[in-house]
């Protein structure tokens, strides 16, 4: 289980609040004992000294009269235990600290107690006859004198960290944007320019990702202009070349199998040159069922007889997803897996819940490839090794590695133990309603 956040929101929040309940324990601890205790020190010095009045030595031949106005100026009462419990000794609270001081002033073992009200009654056993209690009236003690002090701390506090909130989220807010337009860029998607604001750091950084967002968009255009001005100007000689070959006689029929078969391949690898620097990103998204695309791409290799494709495909949810995109990863894994693998080649699919993923992989019976070699082949115009033939121009797994990639997926090659090579295709689920 993570306790400490990760994010910088996160980190900022902790620490403010931590920095805030630091100032308010000292606060409070400070109020504490160098306001309140001190007060409650003085009380009860005051308290111990009317308790050694009562029991002057010299008392007992005090004026009669004398001490009735004493007690009746003081309030001080005199009760047994029995008429202590009677006028509610046990509703009194037992305070501990003060009754360690008053036994220090006392010279022996005290015990004090509060009742709470207007006077607060302060109940004291003397250690001069502990079969006794002295009652103390006090006015202008109680808990009015710290509640205000608690409530102060209190709404600072929470102003505080409410104030560090509003700063820390008008802080992480541009960052965020910034974080999104990242991961855009990322995927080959060129996001809007984004809104300038936060400090001055911050509109400096997302100026300057503005430009450059700008300069990718200009370079993804200047790159799909020459590569669609580079096919055409290809392809208009070599239709000219395959309309000679149509001319050569009869006796040269194995020079012209040759011209078209290049011809073909050379169609072909412009063609992946063309889907390579193709915008997948502007088709829109649409809702619906990768299966029906399995399907469809299955049914359209059925008028190979010498190709068998097993399907075993599990229950997959409808999402939003570029249809044409997805079919062209479907197609180009299929092709590598006749062209490079075996006949006979297996495609499966399921639901990943714990990933929250659609899953679909396309396995061939071939011989494989070494697994040093399997990262390199999704690079650009890479190809694999003999055994899996060096036919194209090695942009095939580039281009589906590049469509995944703009789902929130990715692509995984991996050998399987019996044989074979696994083409595992994995896409973040997109809900419809999302």
Known sequence: MRLLPKSAFGQTVLLI??????????SYLSVTYYFIRPSYQQINNLLATQIKLVFIEDRK???PEMSRRFYAATGIRVYTERQAEAQGLDQAIQYVFLSNQMSQRLGGKAEVRITPGEPYLFWIKPPQNPNL????PMTGVGEADISPLTIYLLVIGILSVAGGWIFVRRLNRP????QDAAIQVGKGQVPEPLEQEGSTELMAVTQAFNQMAKGIKQLENDRALLTAG??????TPLTRIRL?????????DWIKEGIVHDIEDMNEIIDQFIDYVRQDQQEKLREGDINDLIKEAVQARNIEEDHNIRLNLGALPWCMMRRVAIKRVLDNLIEN???YGSNDIEITSYFNKKDQCLCFAVRDFGPGIPAEQIERLFVPF????IARGSLGSGLGLAIIKRIVEMHSGKVVLTNHPQGGLIATVSIAYQAINA
């Not at 890479?382 to 090794?385: I, R, S």
């Open 17 to 26: 609040g931590m920095l805030l309940l630091i100032n308010q324990i000292v």
């Open 61 to 63: 031949h005090f004026d």
């Open 133 to 136: 209690w002295i009652t103390i």
């Open 175 to 178: 960052l965020k944007a910034l």
């Open 230 to 235: 580079i096919s055409h100007d290809l392809r």
């Open 244 to 252: 000679a070959t149509e001319m050569l006689p009869d006796s040269q």
């Open 337 to 339: 897996a006749f062209r």
């Open 382 to 385: 890479a190809q694999g090794d």
